[in-house]
Structures are given as structure tokens and as C-alpha cells.
């Protein structure tokens, strides 16, 4: 089992025993009070059980069942960055997995960032334990849950200018607010230096910033 995992068999307090129609839930906090917080809600819930509970992202691929369909819980403990990693890692390795994302503060682009990328539960601080089960039973279906204060953050007209980044430029933006190098974002993600100067002009560009330092300044604000 990977570190910093906890297997766990929560079950709904309408639930006798763990059916095999249950949704398995994967519930990842790095906080651990949080995360026994999180438990006890979603233990609550009818027809639904927490699987595993973990405190980092990259544990999740490794304990996901191909078998069957499960629902990933990330907290708000859980960076932007990563949770956009996950979903492709998800999606690439066609897992069967959904994935709902509590967050707070969304800037208006981070939370259409999202939902572009594939997350099809989104939640704000402002969403109640009614809101979770039902973006949890919402996702299963295959359909988008937003909760309303996300609705009407998405409502928020964008500057004419402004677009979305691409998958590309949100991976040189995940090495750029670590600090790394051109040439080292580079080597990682098998591009030439002058491709990443040119994806780096575009963020600049879309972010309206004129700088590496202003680029990790409003990553920062958008709690990328």
C-alpha cells in the first residue's frame, strides 16, 4: 500500500452493510483533522463508502480499482496544480474515476481552468454537506455539478482578451511557480528551450503579466 494511505470501509448510517451498487469514495486531505472531518460526513451518506483516504494526490492512480467506477474527493488542502495533474492522469490512463474538488477563493479563470481540464464536481466554501452528496451522485452519472456560488463565479464576464490556457502551458506552469529554470522545464517535459520561452510569451500574455515574478504572483492569488 502506498504511504500516507488509509484504507477505510465508512459506511452510510442508512447502510447495514457495503453493497456492491455503493459508490467507493477516495477521499484526499493533506490535512489529517480535515480529513477525519470529511470521513464523518461522508459517512453519513446513503449508499456510499470511503475506500481509502489518503494525504497526497499521487497516491491515488495506485490504489484505483479498474473494476469499478470510483469518486476522488480533493479538499481544499489540495493544491490547484494538482488537482489538474490528477484529472489528466486520470483521463490518460483511462481510469474510471470522477473527481469533485472543494476549493475556496476561486478566481474566476482557476475555477473555468477546472472544469475545462475535466473536473465535474466543483464546490466552494460556501457548499453545504447536501451540496457534496449531491455533486458525489451527480458525477456518477457522468454529469457536471457546480454549486452555486461556482455557477455565478463562472457567470463573471472575462476580458475579451483573455483565454484559456492550454494543457501545455499548465505544465510549464506548474514547473514555473516551483521555481524551475527554462531549460529544466525543458529537459522534463521534452521541449526545446525557445518552445518554452514561446508557451511562457502566451501564459505572459493571457495572465496580462509582464514577468516570471508578476506570472507566480497571480498563480498565487488564483491559488494555482
Known sequence: ???GVTTLQFRGTG???TSKDSLSIILVDSHLLTRLALQQVIA???HMHISASLSAV???LAITDP???QIVVLSPSIAISDCLAL???LHEQRVRCE???LQQDLHPETARMLVKQGVHGLLDEHASEQDLVQAIRTVSLGHVFLSRHIRALLSTPLPPVTNHLTRREIQVLT???CGEANFRIACELGLKEKTIEKYLTSIYEKLHVCSRAEAILCLQKMHF
Request: proline share 0%; net charge positive; charged share 35%.
Open 99 to 101: 473527481v469533485v474538488v
Open 87 to 89: 484529472t489528466k492522469q
Open 58 to 60: 499521487h497516491d491515488v
Open 15 to 17: 447502510d447495514q452493510t
Open 1 to 3: 500500500m502506498a504511504q
Open 44 to 46: 453519513t451518506f446513503k
Open 175 to 177: 514547473r514555473l511557480k
Open 67 to 69: 473494476s469499478k467506477e
